[in-house]
């Protein structure tokens, strides 16, 4: 489609002079400072004296001033370090660093004297903000100098500024010397430093730093005194005699001035095509990688200075420094060691800052989306633009917002940058949403609009501090459009988006179509939106629906219609519109620009994407499916076949599963065979049905009682075993999902029973009462990488004649510790189970075996130990799971109808204990990657009338444990397969025994092998 925009009326008010804004309430402060300062490389401390000249062109008179002591947060007991141990998801570069740093690691500014034109004046500290009582207020439109003197010591590294950061750079130095604070319409802006971010004012920065010769030193500004110093700075060579060297930087019209310094630096000096010289400092061992910012650093500059507004500064540095990629005015710092990729984006970002931070100095305390977000936007254009697409989609940012939404941790983008409840939710509003925002803008006043609006933007607010209604304001001006709500929805409030289309009505009118669409928004924000309609003639119609309150509508091309206003006040919208062919689809938005949290109903017919032999992808506008055929043999029941469904949409939602698997074999007998009835100890009550299997699945994860969670329900009969479950669970606590170790609530009804006898010559499928057996239960679980608790408390029982309720009562607690014993890892587990007298067989405690309840579950075992007919004999087959002795599960059991069909011994009561010593990763050759070897112990009892001590058990031997998932090359299959997926397989040797007698012989120490799964294994691999 030809994109041949209709300029209307609207963007003549572009060509407002900038001038006839700057009246009124656009004063703006002005600072000069003059810093000299000596820093001592031993001790990493340095003396500084500065001059401050303020002006104070507000209309209010100022007895005091604030100034920001930002080293002072690198102290174990700073502000920063106590938001770090309360935010669920601490900065990992501050923590635990900052809680350790020692007297000569901390970083501090004692202020020596401060004078106010040469009187001495008072000043109090707290944490990082310094407030100073003037001698004289400062009159509407009067200046005043500040005089300090003042010793600082350098912190190790912590956040952003410190000396020597992890990949060797000496010194980083930003947030370096005290700093007036903002003061704007809003009063004063001291805001202490916490973590984020940045406001100051404009002004003009002299600095002079000596330090010895032999260091190189990046910094905002133009270098004064190159031909003293040399270091790359210019092209004649420098002989420096003296150990020191005394570096004079100046800067204009920026609101911060930061340096870098290493001995090691390579400097590179590079023109870019508009003129622009770029430099760079980075050390040897990532001198290859840093080569291709040669190219991309100047490319990047020119493209933003083309699109964006003209870069007012004659240099741009780009330094290897700080803790990730920070952007100050005319240099930024970002770490080396990076991808090409990781690098030109970090890089573009930072240098995106030149304008969304640096020029438009706007209040990043309080809107971070104005620089991170602007800041994102071009950065992905700019990637866009250098890897040869120059379209590129934002959808992805749309996408992180929704997952926010999802976790129920988005807060609104307006949100003061330091208070946010989570540092997730902060980067998804900052960044995330700020770059949807601009994408957004585009949506709803069109591209080339929005592109204007970045300029007239940047022309009209350069070197000032734009707010968010100045924002509108530009926008509203050269968009000609009234945008209020757009604003207020996005920046304001944690709603989201969900348009629908219900319904289409198409008839024919004379020689046309006419179409009836209805359209529904089903949740809060209010938008304009596109609709593309196609047509049974192959032919499509864009339609814009412009919002009432807009007060007009986007450019369009020529052959879109513009249709009536939706006014918000309805949440229904019908679209009526003459076609040339009956409407055969209608898509809302399918270009995918808004934050649509389900795409599923903005289509007629539910879209869907359907793989065979793959596991169902995740994808936004449809709902993926993935099948496949199913074949399986089990030993009594022959050969089954069938197929398996599974579905899923974005951040796992609505999880599906469909199965259903035919025993030809048992349906055409029946459900009787002959092998099976001949058997005289059990009445064989068989029918068809038994050689029918399936499963029904359905898993959603959504808010459980106002926390992030889940709901299930499920229902599913294999070789004979029905049961059916519902079940909802809840992270416990406000931002659980961000948290290192994670506590579960989980509530269930379940149902279980057998239909089949058969299923009792199939041991793997053995052990369950043919009774109904109903049971609810409440779960905890706590887990971290390290721990895991799990405490269950179940209830009920059969309502089967004979009716025994309370026969599936159980409690227990399972503990889990993991810890490094030298080059191992060691694990103790323990359980203590409690259960009813008369407890149900497959809900019996067995000792250091999975219970048949769960060993049935288990797909893996179920259906490998289904192959032969008898697993224990014939593989020593064994469902491991739980704590306590393991070897006892070769014990012969007596014949249950002539199969040999449990081992492990089963009680009502459980204490059992194991300790394991398992190694690390064996061999990293492909196949051998996901091998363990392990040595364990266990001890362990299960009884129904007392507890005996002297009927303990133990045992203790080596294992070889196998995670067949972590093979790469299965990758594709295990993601399909629930059989590979639980495929833990492990070979135990249980050499020693206490009570070898159990096992029918009579030596302790002897070999005994065991194959089997893991049904249950905390730390296993
Ligand atoms: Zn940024």
Redesign the pocket.
């Known amino acids: 489609m030809s994109f041949r925009y209709v300029l209307p009326l609207l963007v003549v008010i572009v060509s407002l002079h900038p001038s006839a804004h700057a009246q009124d309430a656009s004063w703006q402060q002005r600072v000069s400072y003059d810093i000299d300062i000596r820093l001592d490389t031993d001790s990493h401390r340095m003396d500084g004296r500065q001059v401050v000249r303020y002006e104070n062109n507000s209309p209010d008179t100022l007895d005091r001033v604030f100034f920001h002591l930002y080293f002072n947060a690198f102290h174990p007991e700073s502000m920063m370090a106590e938001r770090n141990r309360v935010l669920p998801d601490p900065d990992s570069r501050i923590v635990p660093r900052i809680f350790n740093l020692g007297p000569d690691e901390i970083g501090f500014h004692r202020i020596e004297s401060i004078r106010q034109d040469g009187t001495p004046v008072a000043y109090r500290i707290t944490d990082t903000v310094m407030e100073v009582k003037l001698a004289h207020p400062i009159a509407p439109g009067a200046a005043t100098e500040f005089e300090l003197e003042y010793h600082s010591q350098v912190p190790l590294q912590t956040r952003r500024s410190g000396r020597h950061n992890r990949e060797g750079i000496d010194y980083s130095m930003s947030q370096w010397y005290p700093k007036i604070a903002a003061y704007d319409r809003r009063g004063w802006h001291a805001d202490p430093y916490v973590g984020r971010e940045f406001y100051a004012p404009f002004g003009t920065f002299d600095v002079r730093i000596t330090l010895p010769s032999e260091y190189v030193v990046a910094a905002t500004g133009v270098l004064q005194n190159a031909e003293e110093i040399g270091h790359g700075y210019t092209e004649r060579p420098v002989s420096v005699e003296s150990e020191t060297l005394t570096w004079h930087f100046r800067a204009e019209n920026v609101h911060d001035f930061a340096w870098a310094a290493d001995p090691d630096y390579i400097h590179d000096v590079i023109e870019s095509a508009t003129g622009i010289t770029v430099h760079l400092f980075y050390q040897p061992d990532v001198a290859e990688v840093w080569q291709n910012l040669r190219t991309e650093a100047p490319a990047i500059m020119d493209f933003f200075s083309e699109n964006y507004g003209r870069y007012p500064y004659p240099q741009m540095t780009v330094a290897q420094a700080g803790d990730g990629?920070m952007?100050y005015p005319m240099i930024t710092f970002v770490t080396g060691r990076r991808s090409p990729a990781s690098l030109r984006g970090v890089t573009a970002?930072?240098m995106a800052?030149m304008w969304y931070y640096g020029v438009l100095g706007s209040n990043e305390a309080d809107f971070a989306w104005m620089?991170?977000g602007f800041?994102?936007y071009i950065t992905t254009e700019v990637t866009g633009h250098l890897t040869g697409n120059p379209s590129p989609s934002h959808a992805s940012s749309a996408l992180g917002v929704l997952q926010a939404h999802h976790y129920g941790l988005f807060e609104p983008m307006n949100t003061p940058s330091d208070w946010f409840r989570t540092n997730y939710g902060y980067s998804i509003a900052a960044?995330t949403a700020g770059e949807m925002l601009l994408d957004l803008l585009g949506y709803v006043m069109s591209d080339p609009v929005r592109d204007q609006f970045l300029q007239t933007y940047f022309e009209r607010f350069r070197f000032r501090h734009p707010d968010p209604t100045d924002v509108e304001k530009v926008a509203e001006d050269v968009s000609g459009l009234q945008l209020d709500w757009f604003f207020a929805q996005f920046t304001e409030t944690d709603w989201t988006l969900d348009y629908a289309v219900r319904n289409v009505d198409s008839r024919r009118s004379g020689a046309a179509w006419r179409a009836d669409i209805t359209l529904e928004r089903v949740s809060d924000i209010a938008m304009p939106i596109d609709v593309l309609i196609t047509l049974d003639d192959g032919t499509a119609q864009w339609v814009t629906i412009p919002l009432g309150v807009m007060q007009g509508h986007k450019p369009v091309p020529q052959d879109w219609v513009v249709a009536d206003p939706w006014l918000w006040t309805s949440p229904r919208y019908t679209l009526s519109i003459d076609l040339p062919a009956r409407v055969r689809r209608v898509e809302i938005d399918p270009m995918l620009r808004t934050p649509d949290r389900n795409r599923l109903n903005n289509v007629t017919g539910l879209p869907t994407a359907i793989t065979f032999l793959n596991a169902p992808q995740q994808r936004w506008t449809s709902y993926g499916i993935g099948w496949r055929p199913l074949a399986q043999y089990a030993h009594n029941w022959g050969i089954g076949a069938g197929l398996q469904a599974r579905g899923t949409y974005i951040f796992g939602r609505w999880r599906t599963q469909a199965m259903l698997k035919l025993w030809p074999e048992v349906l055409f007998s029946g459900g009787d065979e002959p092998d099976v009835t001949s058997d005289p100890v059990l009445p064989i009550d068989g029918s068809p049905v038994d050689g029918i299997d399936y499963e029904l699945r359905i898993d959603h994860p959504q808010r459980v009682f106002g926390t992030f969670g889940s709901v299930s329900l499920r229902s599913r009969k294999h070789l004979g075993i029905i049961e059916s479950e519902a079940r909802i669970s809840a992270l416990l606590g406000r931002h659980a999902i961000l948290r290192r170790g994670q506590r579960e609530l989980i509530l269930s009804i379940a149902h279980q029973n057998r239909t089949s006898d058969r299923s009792l010559f199939t041991p793997v499928a053995a052990g369950f009462s043919s009774d109904d057996l109903v049971f609810a239960r409440v779960g905890y679980r706590y887990e971290n990488p390290t721990t895991r608790v799990i405490v269950g408390l179940e209830t009920g029982g059969s309502f089967a004649p004979g009716f025994d309720f309370g026969s599936a009562n159980r409690a227990y607690v399972d503990a889990a510790i993991s810890t490094p014993v030298g080059p191992f890892t060691g694990v103790l587990h323990a359980q203590v189970g409690v259960g009813a007298d008369n407890l149900v067989s497959q809900r019996l405690f067995r000792l250091g075996a999975a219970s048949f309840s769960d060993r049935w579950g288990q797909d893996a075992y179920r259906t490998i130990g289904a192959l032969v007919d008898d697993p224990w004999d014939d593989l020593h087959w064994v469902a491991f799971g739980g704590p306590g002795p393991i070897a006892y599960s070769l014990m012969q059991l007596p014949d249950f109808g002539g199969t040999s069909v449990v081992g492990a011994p089963s009680g009502s009561n459980i204490m059992a204990a194991s300790a394991r010593l398992v190694t690390g990763r064996l061999a990293d050759a492909r196949p051998l990657r996901p091998l363990r070897l392990e040595l364990f112990f266990g001890v362990g009892e299960v009884w129904s009338d007392e507890f005996e001590a002297s009927d303990l058990l133990y045992d203790a031997g080596f294992g070889l444990h196998y995670n067949v998932a972590e093979l790469t090359i299965l990758r594709r299959w295990v993601a399909q397969s629930n059989v590979l997926s639980g495929l833990q397989l492990t070979a135990q040797f249980p050499v020693w025994v206490s009570d070898p007698e159990l096992l029918g012989g009579d030596e302790q120490l002897d070999f005994r092998w065991m194959l089997g799964i893991v049904v249950d294994r905390p730390f296993g691999n």
């Open positions: 990629g952007e970002h930072e800052h620089d991170e800041g994102s960044y």
